[in-house]
């Protein structure tokens, strides 16, 4: 799937990313830039934050040659609460 940039420097996501991630009109995203080159597009706060890390950790790990053991922690920000430490943020996530 790919998009034209725009003069202004703007790009369209397309309907398939924006349905996917819940990305509507006003939402907050973030563009996370990996090692390689890639760019991954995430979805800021909401329902989809979680969705959005395990898609960017499976995206990182799929490009190893072999897995390494890992594990993956989450220091979650909300507001002004504290941070939460999620230990094995996505050990559940098959």
Request: charged share 25%; net charge positive; glycine share 10%.
């Amino acid at each position: 799937m790919s998009t034209t940039v725009t003069s202004k420097g703007q790009v369209t996501i397309p309907k398939r990313v924006r349905e996917q991630l819940g990305i509507v009109p006003g939402s907050a995203v973030d563009f996370e830039a990996g090692p390689d080159g890639s760019v991954v597009l995430v979805k800021k706060g909401g329902a989809g934050k979680r969705r959005a890390l395990v898609f960017a950790a499976r995206h990182f790990l799929s490009r190893l040659p072999t897995l390494p053991p890992c594990r993956f922690d989450v220091v979650a920000f909300t507001g002004e609460a504290p941070p939460e430490w999620l230990k094995n943020a996505f050990d559940d996530m098959g």
